[in-house]
């Protein structure tokens, strides 16, 4: 007896002992400057050679630092079965085979495309696909009754996520970090109103609320930090952070080659100038004002007056003043014509790209801009209810269920995309769980459920 209680206590302190290791990539990338450092020594770039590289085996050696947690789980869910083996190669080839697609992905790719859609079909449906059917292993860690659950597979998809999506192929404005600044605070409060005031009108309208539960405080405080650590931020990071964020990604580099063909075919030698962009010509290095460009065009026999010829200076060794201030305008007119036609740099977020909306009045913070952002919002939150329904219960409510999901994931997508965090919309979606399941006692089932009971998990 003294034997089982001491194998029982072993197991559990080598549950919790991988547990840790399975967070530990999970709260490093939220680190300041963590996803940037490591991005920067992924992509590589040889000084003496002028060219970019990229160092594969890096994600390899992540894959396996993400593997390890998941086989310490396995291996004390199961200590003496060589099922372990089986189970271990399984994950770690859903770990593997989404880095290395993107491995082989070519930088100069459009974002959404096919080879991006199928990195996030390998990192996602596997784990909606094993609410049904359990097709991989998962071991769940409980904290306490009526907690939420760690599971293992949950936060494996999210480390993998997170190496593929901040490192391999750097997602921009992903937002997986705690800077807030004043406009998120407005935008935080008005995004949790808009998904009350929705899911509550479905509550109230289809009868599923009919009273509230006092929770006490410590324990309404930690269970609500825990729902935001292992549901909500998990689910934000990869149907904001990642899908909708590929959605915004599609739709402005649409936007940005349509104006990008359209002014350089509006200026090109012998088109029509194009009304309202003639302030950019003296801009354009190289590029002769229309004046010029018409005078050709009539040909030499034009009764015009030649411009007199300036005193030729040998192009090879120009005036060192006149060589700085060349570089110094060249330099000049590139900002200007990326202001002009509001081309975002690297590491710009939502709110500096709309800066003139936004600094108009407070107001104009609560509002997205585009037309082609609110549809991007709107597509995401219905792939977010697609995915997070459970439809094998469409006879028994969950019609209600997948309108609480919708709406609460177009309140999250609007908080997400004016904040360019999905820590700022991880919030909204916490705040609405915690309150609905354990304050208003609303009876949901969500594919990624993190108290689902299944034959892996252990308490």
Not at 31 to 37: I, V
Not at 64 to 90: G, N, R
Not at 411 to 426: E, F, H, N, P
């Amino acid at each position: 007896k003294r034997k089982d209680m001491g194998e029982e206590e072993g197991e559990a302190a080598l549950r919790w002992i991988g547990a840790g290791f399975l967070l530990a990539p999970y709260a490093f990338f939220v680190l300041p400057y963590a996803g940037y450092y490591f991005e920067e020594f992924y992509h590589g770039e040889d000084f003496l050679e002028l060219t970019k590289f990229r160092r594969q085996w890096v994600p390899i050696l992540a894959s396996l630092i993400i593997l390890a947690p998941c086989i310490i789980l396995l291996v004390s869910e199961d200590l003496h079965s060589t099922a372990v083996v089986w189970k271990t190669f399984a994950v770690y080839a859903w770990i593997l085979l989404p880095m290395l697609v993107t491995m082989w992905r070519p930088l100069a790719k459009f974002p959404l495309d096919s080879i991006d859609v199928l990195t996030v079909a390998l990192i996602i449906v596997p784990i909606i696909v094993n609410f049904y059917t359990f097709v991989l292993p998962d071991v769940q860690v409980k904290i306490k009754d009526g907690w939420p659950r760690i599971s293992m597979l949950q936060i494996t998809a999210i480390n993998v996520g997170l190496v593929v999506f901040v490192g391999v192929r750097p997602l921009h404005d992903l937002g997986y970090n705690l800077d807030f600044g004043v406009r998120d605070i407005p935008r935080v409060t008005f995004g949790f109103i808009l998904a009350a005031g929705m899911t509550l009108a479905i509550g109230y309208g289809t009868g599923n609320i009919d009273g509230w539960s006092y929770v006490p405080v410590a324990e309404g405080v930690g269970k609500y930090f825990v729902y935001l650590a292992l549901v909500s931020l998990p689910q934000e990071l990869l149907f904001r952070g990642v899908i909708q964020n590929l959605l915004h990604a599609r739709f402005d580099s649409s936007v940005e080659v349509a104006k990008y063909t359209k002014f350089w075919a509006d200026h090109l030698p012998g088109q029509p100038q194009a009304v309202g962009l003639s302030e950019l010509d003296p801009m354009i290095p190289g590029m002769k004002p229309k004046a010029a460009r018409d005078t050709e065009k009539k040909g030499l026999d034009s009764d015009r007056k030649l411009p007199e010829v300036k005193e030729e200076t040998d192009p090879e060794n120009p005036p060192e003043d006149e060589h700085d201030d060349k570089h110094e305008h060249d330099h000049e007119n590139h900002k200007k014509i990326a202001e002009a036609f509001n081309v975002p740099a690297k590491y710009q977020t939502y709110d500096q790209a709309h800066a003139a909306w936004f600094d108009r009045n407070p107001l104009c913070w609560l509002w997205i801009p585009t037309l082609r952002d609110w549809v991007a919002v709107a597509l995401g939150a219905a792939i977010y209810a697609v995915a997070l329904t459970d439809h094998t219960k469409w006879g028994e409510g969950n019609a209600e269920t997948f309108g609480y999901i919708i709406c609460l994931g177009f309140a999250c997508g609007y908080t997400w995309r004016l904040t360019s965090k999905v820590t700022a919309s991880a919030i909204v979606n916490s705040l609405i769980l915690f309150i609905g399941l354990n304050v208003l006692n609303v009876d949901i089932s969500l594919s990624l459920r993190w108290n689902k009971s299944c034959s892996s998990c252990v308490p």
